[in-house]
């Protein structure tokens, strides 16, 4: 078979399509997202991108997260005596047996080439060129957002450390054991490449990738999962190599992309976190004694809710709030001293939503006095957070889809001390078939990938939410959301 890609021009910006969630939850049946003439319920919506490539051709393809679902190791036959101890003490101190160690590799290496060779996603990633992050599901769910007792278990750190050893061989074609971990200029084959500090569960220090994606614009792929922990998300050294990369580029760059998994902007879940991490709750209880048939509400490695780990891995969690408004103030100084737009870009949460960062307007008068933002082109604090997730698993039931939009509506004074004031965008104005939208027009909840593109004319950064318009039948329709060039002067 011969297979080809394309390259930009030397002086062209890249057109990129990115993506998420490339795989179904446990329970799942993918059948039902199996339109006819499709061979499963993975390919619908690669189809629909290699159709959009074909009409203008795509030069990078950008995983967000969660490439590939690598939960299933949980099956193995050499892991089931552990999975199946009862206490989670038990499978804290469960010993790594040699066989299990065997068996960790081969899952990784056998799952890779099945999943990295089937299908649609198969022709995309062979025709198009990656630049992939890692997230959980990449490595087992949850990993990273558990406690530390149970990440420091012998067999939790044997997944998270061949698991992002085989990440970072398949989806970064990078080995460490051959290519080093000396990020210095000269020293590695990733001129893009930035190492943080060894990760508490890998074994291995983060890999972050400030990418050039032509001559205005540059993706940084944040590692926010080698160095995760309950409490923190990156270390402050990755901060720091990451923030001095972003000062060094060239004065030319006027749009940086932050790729970060996770939404950093979006609807907050204080109230379900607060309520599943209450030790006293009837639900974990009866979860974890297997009564009224409660026992999948609670997770099979701690025996802790089975959300709280997704809770717990949210930027504007508890735990990582903190760390989330301090990121976003350094990158705003950052955007003000350097004259650059920064936006974020996100996975995840199975839909596609665009939150919104902004200097925050306060009233000078009274109760009638007018409003005057502060235009997006000239506002440094304009950040964008888009959110395209995701390409092939299931979108949350329709109940939580209505609970996340109403939470949208809610107003966040979490930032107003820095003059931040956080929304959500109403882009959603109408269902995929033209039907008005008379309540929700913040969240979409139907698969999704986004295209990317530097607009000629206006410096703008377009970003085109490609939506399934009906489940299983690899059709989308776009909705277009631009961030502007920043037209500021640097340092002013």
Not at 392 to 419: Q, R
Request: charge should be neutral.
């Amino acid at each position: 078979m011969q297979l080809s890609f394309y390259v930009p021009a030397f002086d062209q910006n890249m057109r990129w399509a990115t993506y998420s969630c490339n795989g179904f939850s446990a329970g799942v049946n993918q059948d039902d997202f199996r339109g006819p003439g499709y061979k499963s319920g993975y390919d619908p919506m690669w189809i629909d991108l290699l159709r959009e490539h074909t009409k203008e051709p795509f030069h990078v393809l950008v995983g967000g997260g969660d490439q590939l679902y690598c939960d299933s190791i949980a099956r193995e036959p050499e892991m089931q005596d552990w999975v199946q101890q009862a206490k989670p003490s038990s499978k804290r101190l469960y010993p790594l047996s040699p066989e299990m160690a065997t068996c960790i590799d081969r899952f990784f290496f056998n799952h890779y080439c099945a999943s990295f060779r089937n299908g649609a996603f198969a022709r995309a990633n062979s025709s198009i060129p990656m630049l992939n992050m890692c997230d959980d599901h990449d490595l087992i769910d949850g990993f990273g957002s558990y406690p530390d007792d149970l990440q420091c278990s012998p067999v939790f750190q044997a997944i998270g450390a061949r698991g992002y050893f085989f990440y970072l061989l398949f989806q970064c074609f990078i080995n460490p054991c051959i290519d080093g971990l000396d990020d210095r200029r000269g020293s590695h084959p990733f001129k893009s490449l930035i190492l943080g500090i060894q990760g508490p569960y890998v074994g291995l220090p983060s890999h972050s990738f400030l990418a050039y994606m032509g001559p205005h614009v540059r993706i940084l792929m944040l590692d926010c999962r080698a160095e995760r922990r309950k409490d923190r998300v990156c270390s402050d050294e990755q901060y720091t190599k990451v923030i001095d990369a972003i000062c060094q580029m060239p004065p030319n760059v006027d749009h940086v992309v932050v790729q970060i998994g996770i939404p950093i902007a979006y609807p907050r879940m204080v109230f379900l976190e607060n309520a599943l991490d209450f030790k006293l709750n009837p639900l974990t209880a009866l979860g974890r004694s297997g009564t009224l048939g409660l026992s999948g509400f609670v997770n099979k490695f701690n025996a802790e809710a089975e959300l709280l780990d997704d809770l717990n891995d949210h930027w504007t969690a508890k735990s990582h709030k903190k760390e989330r408004n301090w990121f976003i103030q350094q990158l705003q100084g950052i955007s003000r001293m350097k004259r650059v737009r920064i936006s974020f870009l996100s996975g995840d949460v199975h839909c596609a939503a665009v939150g919104v960062l902004k200097t925050l307007v306060r009233s000078s008068g009274g109760k009638n006095a007018k409003l005057t933002e502060v235009p997006p082109a000239t506002d440094y604090r304009y950040m964008i957070n888009v959110v395209t997730s995701a390409i092939v698993n299931t979108p949350p039931p329709n109940a939580v889809i209505t609970m996340v939009s109403t939470l949208a509506t809610k107003t966040h004074k979490t930032l107003h001390h820095a003059e931040t004031d956080e929304t959500m965008m109403p882009l959603f104005t109408h269902e995929p078939n033209g039907t008005p939208r008379v309540k929700n027009k913040y969240i979409m909840g139907r698969r999704n990938w986004c295209a990317v593109w530097w607009d000629f004319n206006t410096g703008e950064l377009v970003f085109d939410i490609r939506v399934e318009k009906e489940k299983g039948l690899g059709d989308s329709i776009g909705y277009e959301v631009r961030t502007p060039p920043p037209q500021w002067i640097a340092g002013s």
